[in-house]
């Protein structure tokens, strides 16, 4: 069940609900993920959509999910606020900075716009091309470095991914680029195209995989690492 905090905003005589309010990450782990993972250069692993950052327009929202699948922000009578519709997809492979992770903490909250995930670590992000301050919203569970740094891991790499998507055939690299699947792809590619998925259930005698994402709204199978069907996405 998620845990949501009633966030009452004058504006327009509006009441959301937004996630519950953050887990305290010590300092000392904060301090470490500033000394070892801010202002690097990473890569993208997965594609991902870019779009508005929900109410804070000048700044970019990247997320390995539809906007649609994203569950941070909620009405009272518990209906999700959608994030705007994405602008572009970038493949696997562009570059991006990590600036900084930004948590949380009582003098963060304050500079943000109330109608966005505030209460969520925010990776912010520098993309060649976007003029806009980009935004990775990380999970609000993440309690320390290493989870931080797997948080991360899902949508960024520290080397160059591109090798890696120009080693699929032409048709994968096509729909990983729309962020779609076709049967016949490989893990590497499903992945790169929908994101690493929420769950996985392994047959490993049978070399059958069930890939899962959004809760189940998307579901792709998998048989000796070739994807046979999937359910929740546009197919070509």
């Given at each position: 069940?998620r845990?949501?905090?009633?966030l ?28 070892e993972l801010?202002g ?16 804070d327009?000048a ?5 390995d ?11 009272p009578?518990?209906?999700t606020?959608?994030a705007?519709a994405?602008d ?10 990590l ?6 903490t ?5 500079r ?13 992000l ?17 309690r ?7 948080a991360?891991?899902?949508?960024l ?6 090798p890696?998507l120009?080693a ?26 929908w994101g ?5 259930i392994v ?5 059958k ?7 189940g709204?998307?579901r ?10 999937f ?5 070509r």
């Amino acid at each position: 069940m998620r845990r949501a905090l009633a966030l009452s905003l004058l504006a327009g005589g509006v009441s959301l609900l937004a996630c519950a309010s953050p887990h305290l990450v010590p300092e000392e782990e904060r301090l470490r993920v500033t000394r070892e993972l801010s202002g690097r250069p990473r890569w993208l692993r997965v594609s991902v959509h870019v779009g508005p950052f929900y109410a804070d327009a000048a700044s970019a929202l990247v997320t390995d999910q539809p906007p649609a699948e994203l569950e941070l922000l909620e009405m009272p009578g518990g209906a999700t606020i959608n994030a705007p519709a994405a602008d572009r997809i970038l493949p696997p492979g562009t570059p991006v900075l990590l600036r900084e992770v930004e948590f949380p903490t009582a003098g963060a909250m304050a500079r943000r716009y109330w109608t966005t995930p505030r209460y969520h670590p925010w990776a912010r992000l520098e993309i060649p091309g976007e003029r806009r301050p980009a935004v990775l919203v990380l999970p609000q569970e993440v309690r320390n470095f290493e989870d931080v740094r797997a948080a991360l891991d899902r949508v960024l790499a520290d080397r160059d991914t591109a090798p890696d998507l120009a080693a699929l055939p032409e048709a994968h690299r096509k729909a990983v680029a729309r962020k779609e699947l076709v049967e016949g792809m490989g893990p590497k590619a499903v992945a790169m195209a929908w994101g690493y998925p929420e769950r996985m259930i392994v047959d490993r005698p049978g070399g059958k995989e069930q890939w899962i994402w959004a809760g189940g709204r998307r579901r792709a199978w998998l048989e000796d690492e070739r994807l046979l069907r999937f359910e929740g996405g546009a197919a070509r």
